[in-house]
């Protein structure tokens, strides 16, 4: 299995930006990278996804880089309810399609 | 919004009990995953499914099986509990024609203790 190494935890102060890393060096060509995020007490929850090109939806931004060995979740403005644990996931294509879980990175957002 | 509702948020069985965690889901998802979490271990799957009544196994089944015989119900059952299944189990689906370019819905979770 290919492996993706995150930051244990990270702060960030409330309103401003929060870049979250993550490598995946064994990423090959179809595979797509999924961010989740945990919020204390609760399942996880999809936040945003891609494959090569960088993405935006309502609740971040993804940059994946041009070797696609590493990638960086982007939150334009930290809330105190983004405080979670945040999930880089490689899909990899020969793995039928399995979430594979790593520690992720605890982000807390101070007042 | 997709929904992927568990059955039970909170759930204390005997040791010996047969134990049966449901999932059911609104959105006509092919894919549904059984994860158990604990603390310093994290995530780990169960078992999964592709479509009505198939299964397979994921990457700690020993003490599970699971059940679908309808699209949008998966069940877990713990055939003889034991109190090292106590844990957060957590059920999620997926669309399976768009995968992977599709995000995955987990449910809230069942918090199992196990006496």
């Known amino acids: 299995d290919a492996k993706t190494t995150q930051p244990n935890s990270m702060e960030s102060n409330e309103e401003e930006p929060v870049h979250l890393p993550c490598n995946h060096s064994t990423i090959s060509g179809t595979d797509y990278i999924h961010w989740y995020r945990q919020l204390p007490s609760q399942g996880p929850e999809y936040v945003i996804h891609g494959l090569t090109s960088n993405v935006n939806n309502r609740m971040a931004s993804l940059a994946i880089a041009e070797d696609r060995k590493s990638s960086t979740l982007i939150l334009h403005r930290a809330t105190l309810r983004d405080a979670a644990v945040y999930y880089c996931?490689?899909?990899?294509?020969?793995?039928?399609?399995?979430?594979?879980f790593g520690q992720g990175t605890e982000l807390s957002v101070k007042p | 919004d997709v929904k992927v509702t568990q059955s039970s948020r909170y759930l204390v069985k005997r040791t010996g009990e047969k134990v049966f965690l449901e999932c059911v889901q609104d959105m006509d998802h092919e894919n549904m995953f059984w994860y158990r979490q604990d603390p310093g271990l994290g995530l780990r799957l169960i078992y999964f499914?592709?479509?009505?009544?198939?299964?397979e196994k994921g990457d700690i089944p020993e003490g599970y099986s699971v059940s679908r015989e309808k699209k949008e119900r998966f069940s877990l059952i713990l055939e003889s509990a034991s109190t090292n299944q106590t844990s957060m189990y957590l059920c999620?689906?997926?669309?399976?024609?768009?995968?992977?370019?599709?995000?995955?819905?987990f449910g809230s979770g069942t918090r199992l203790t196990v006496v």
């Open positions: 996931i490689p899909i990899f294509y020969n793995q039928g399609g399995k979430l594979i």
């Open positions: 499914s592709y479509d009505v009544k198939m299964k």
């Open positions: 999620a689906s997926s669309l399976q024609g768009a995968w992977p370019n599709y995000g995955y819905t």
